[in-house]
């Protein structure tokens, strides 16, 4: 048998007359991705060599001989998933074998890119077995699309080189694109959602502030279609950025920095959005310092429901019970919080400025974020923009933002709408083999170049995460996922 296939592959080369001379082309990476469709092997080249591609009797064995090839570039690499038991290597005169033992069920599509040179398999499900993973409207194998082919329903037909497109569910595809700029190597992943199967909206991790969670934790949580990391958060997974969600505000910001706002009839809205709020109680007007966070120093803090069942304060201040505009109750700390009202937390200054409170009191609490703002269900503020009406803009400098985010190549995560009006998730990797990330106003670029008509940024660096079907598509600079205080999810209406 071993016989046969050695003439076979002798057959092949003979039949497809590689030229005498020819310089041999330099394997330089391999890299392996599992996604819900499929598992894929890439292999990037110096040049695209000539290669054959066979398939044992029972159909678990490929093997891709690629003539006039070498891998001296890299370290042999091994890969084991769910659909692919063992990649191995030999080079045989000349020839590089790479063999994979394929599961039983599965099947093989094998392409190419002249620009970057890249060789791909993808590793599917035979006769396209639908094996979705999780009960989130995603199937495995919804539909597949190479580079320049169509995709279905209303969806953004871009076609370029280092393109990947495939539909992963109804009005949903999901995108990988690499190529090279000046620095080297850029990955980066993306999901199309249409507004009109779609909704998107803000997600805390564990359901509350503070809270620490993967975005793959959140998006099984919350059953979601796909989900993204989104605001910048502290340790302890206070958000550090604007969020509303259900029409509740759970974190705010000292800046005007920009936002993703969905109003009461599903409209987005995008912009910069400045939080103003003030108690009064007894005639004593006071500004709020922030909402469901670690009270500070001479600060008035309000806590509602999305902080959990207690404010989790120290002795050293006063808090007042709001429910339905009188104070019901007054602690020194620690309060539980009403599920249909706020507490009320103060300190120092602010503490004296209530002293002569007393329960039953009138109290009015006015949260102001100006129009449209005030009418926004659901904000997710992060920020600095990146594209406005099409074109780059990148506004870090006006939302000032310190140097680590405004400066250098990084991870970057990131939200549009696009110039169709669908939902647009993405990621690029960074600060890795395989990606060396982006500068913002780079990240902007390609925003414009996937369609965004409106962009911003989110948090990025090890806590770029993007998550399509339950599986994370792209390769956290972590090494793994980074737990996030929140998340920006896709969910059916």
Not at 29 to 47: L, N, Q
Request: proline share 3%; no cysteine.
């Amino acid at each position: 048998m071993k016989s046969r296939n050695l003439v076979t592959l002798s057959l092949a080369v003979s039949l497809l007359g590689l030229p005498v001379g020819v310089s041999a082309a330099d394997l330089t990476s391999v890299r392996y991705h599992s996604g819900s469709a499929h598992d894929r092997v890439v292999f990037d080249w110096s040049a695209i060599p000539k290669y054959n591609v066979t398939l044992s009797a029972d159909k678990r064995t490929l093997t891709v001989d690629f003539f006039n090839a070498d891998k001296r570039s890299i370290a042999e690499k091994s890969f084991s998933s769910s659909r692919v038991e063992s990649v191995k290597y030999t080079e045989r005169n000349g020839h590089l074998l790479v063999t994979m033992r394929l599961r039983d069920g599965y099947t093989y599509k094998v392409e190419k890119l002249a620009n970057p040179p890249r060789v791909f398999v993808d590793v599917l499900a035979a006769a396209q077995k639908k094996t979705a993973k999780k009960p989130s409207g995603v199937t495995a194998n919804a539909g597949k699309n190479g580079v320049g082919k169509e995709l279905e329903g209303n969806l953004l037909r871009l076609k370029f080189d280092g393109l990947y497109s495939e539909m992963v569910a109804p009005g949903m595809a999901r995108r990988e694109y690499v190529y090279w700029n000046d620095a080297g190597k850029v990955s980066a992943y993306f999901v199309e959602a249409d507004k009109n199967i779609y909704n998107v909206k803000p997600a805390l991790a564990r359901g509350r502030v503070p809270g620490l969670q993967t975005t793959s934790g959140i998006s099984d949580m919350t059953d979601a279609v796909a989900a993204v990391n989104a605001t910048y958060f502290a340790g302890n997974g206070d958000a550090i950025g604007m969020v509303k969600i259900d029409g509740d505000m759970a974190g705010t910001t000292y800046y005007k920095r920009t936002a993703l706002g969905i109003l009461s009839n599903g409209q987005p809205v995008m912009g910069r959005v400045s939080y103003n709020g003030r108690v009064t109680i007894g005639g004593v007007s006071q500004a709020v310092s922030g909402v469901d966070a670690e009270r500070g120093e001479d600060n008035l803090t309000l806590y509602n429901h999305w902080y959990g069942t207690r404010t989790r304060t120290n002795e050293f201040g006063k808090e007042y019970t709001v429910v339905n505009g009188k104070v019901t109750a007054i602690n020194k700390g620690n309060s539980v919080i009403p599920k249909n009202g706020v507490v009320v937390s103060v300190h120092g200054a602010a503490a004296d400025a209530f002293a002569q409170v007393k329960v039953g009191d009138k109290a009015v609490i006015s949260q102001e974020l100006g129009s449209p703002w005030n009418q926004a269900v659901e904000i997710m503020g992060a920020g600095p923009r990146l594209v406005e009406n099409g074109n780059v803009k990148v506004t870090a400098g006006w939302e000032q933002f310190p140097s680590d985010i405004r400066y250098g190549r990084a991870p970057r995560s990131a939200v549009a709408i696009l110039k169709n009006g669908n939902y647009l998730f993405g990621v690029v990797d960074g600060r890795q083999e395989d990606s060396v990330g982006l500068t913002l106003t780079e990240w902007a670029e390609l925003l414009v170049k996937m369609g965004a008509k409106d962009a911003m940024n989110l948090d990025g660096g090890g806590s770029s995460a993007l998550v399509v079907g339950g599986e994370v598509q792209n390769s956290p600079s972590d090494g793994h996922e980074r737990s996030v205080g929140s998340a920006l999810i896709l969910t059916k209406k």
